[in-house]
């Protein structure tokens, strides 16, 4: 390997912002240090780095992940990248240890006294709040973004200094209850961990990973200026590193030629005539899942800088996301039923950290009558559209664009809340007027 090679200098990236912002604590000596990453910028591997770096050098860490998924994921990448370090997998009773983390020099236990002697003891926020051993030297909380400030809150006895990475412009903490009556007060609960840190500490040196590693030379510009206006990044590869096509000619029509777009810019954006329609639209999921299938039936076929030679795209490099869960649900049927169950479905809540070859996107707010808060948000539509290496599918019903005119953000002000950037309603209008370049109508 050569130091052009994109795996050298990913790594030499991530070692680069590690090495500053561990150096921020002896020099300015907060207590805190934020590392900011866009999509696919490397943040998990700069958590692992970072933790097995500090475990190597005889101070032990504790790793804060916000679910189970994450943080099996995290200890099978730590388990690798030092197979001579001990890792302590803290779980909740009756958990099921999975294959990620059969690893020799992993163990699994539910308390801390059990993981005594382990340089790095990892599990999820909700798991940390209940323990009260410690404290730590070292903390490392993943996803800090994503993690709400009281359980921030509840675990900060437990070390004495954080690194805290995680993607701002992702989907904020979501709540299943009302949490109206906390609204701007210091003590908001709903405030992301980084949000209410930043907020009682402006001084709190901030890093930033400048590439997007997921992201292609079509793809980072739009999602960089919809979504990330103050802290824009671009595209670690160059246009002629990704390649996308298939093996089979198209018959034509607005399918194939939805996925032709796609395959030839890296967005594609396939508009329904104009109707208000239930959520679960009978048509819109019966068009995602007629592109989703026609992917595999053309036999698409991908190459990049992992790769430079032709890699099948099959099922499992697929996804498709929603918004809701019913919808997911209407397109898991709708593909089960024709055979195409391997194909990933599901909400931006659970999709979000993954990463796929093609992602196909039912569009927030596709039919409805109104522009509500809930699909406004713009980390619901950054994540949809930020998931993807090689190509995003956008499956709308046209009249987006006169449902954003006639409902203007009316989003009521309080006091001692920070106005988020960007807003909901000119995040969705910026990628709106990126898609309409690669508009292909479905009728």
């Known amino acids: 390997m050569t130091a052009a090679d994109p795996a050298v200098r990913a790594a030499d990236e991530v070692e680069q912002v590690i090495g500053a912002a561990l150096s921020e604590f002896t020099a300015s000596g907060h207590r805190g240090v934020v590392v900011d990453s866009p999509p696919g910028a490397g943040k998990s591997t700069l958590v692992v780095r970072a933790a097995t770096q500090i475990a190597r050098g005889d101070e032990p860490v504790m790793v804060i992940a916000q679910t ?14 030092a197979p001579a370090v001990r890792i302590g997998r803290l779980s909740a009773q009756g958990y099921v240890p999975t294959g990620r983390v059969a690893h020799p020099n992993v163990i699994v236990a539910d308390r801390v006294s059990d993981l005594q002697g382990s340089p790095i003891t990892i599990g999820t926020a909700a798991k940390w709040v209940h323990v009260t051993d410690g404290p730590w030297p070292w903390a490392i909380v993943d996803e800090a973004y994503q993690m709400r400030s009281d359980m921030l809150l509840r675990v900060a006895t437990r070390f004495e200094r954080a690194l805290f990475v995680g993607d701002p412009g992702q989907l904020d903490p979501f709540s299943t209850v009302e949490v109206d009556r906390w609204t701007g007060l210091t003590w908001d609960p709903m405030q992301s961990a980084v949000a209410a840190m930043l907020r009682n500490n402006p001084a709190l040196p901030v890093h930033q990973l400048p590439l997007s590693w997921r992201l292609s030379a079509s793809a980072a510009p739009p999602v960089s200026e919809a979504f990330y206006p103050f802290t824009g990044f671009r595209a670690a590869t160059t246009a002629d590193q990704r390649r996308l096509t298939f093996q089979t000619r198209g018959f034509g029509g607005p399918v194939d030629d939805t996925l032709e777009m796609a395959a030839r810019t890296g967005w594609a954006l396939h508009e329904l005539p104009a109707r208000h329609t239930l959520r679960t639209d009978t048509q819109a999921v019966h068009a995602i899942t007629d592109l989703a299938l026609r992917v595999l039936q053309r036999g698409a076929v991908a190459q990049s800088e992992r790769d430079p030679h032709e890699v099948p795209v099959t099922a499992g490099r697929i996804a498709i996301g929603a918004a809701h869960r019913d919808q997911a649900a209407a397109i ?19 999709l979000q950290g993954s990463e796929y070859d093609m992602v196909l996107v039912l569009h927030p707010l596709s039919g409805r009558r109104d522009a509500t808060a809930f699909h406004l948000e713009s980390g619901r539509l950054c994540v949809l559209t930020s998931r993807h290496r090689h190509a995003c599918i956008v499956v709308a019903r046209a009249g987006i664009q006169d449902l954003l005119d006639a409902h203007p ?35």
């Open 68 to 81: 189970n998924e994450q943080v099996d994921d995290l200890v099978d990448r730590m388990a690798r990248e």
């Open 409 to 443: 953000p009316a989003e009521p002000m309080h006091l001692g809340v920070p106005a988020k950037f960007p807003d909901g309603w000119e995040a969705n209008q910026a990628m709106l007027a990126h898609l309409r370049a690669h508009r292909v109508p479905a009728a």
């Open 332 to 350: 898991r049927r709708a593909l089960h039923e024709r055979g195409g169950g391997a194909i990933k479905v599901d909400t931006a809540n659970r």
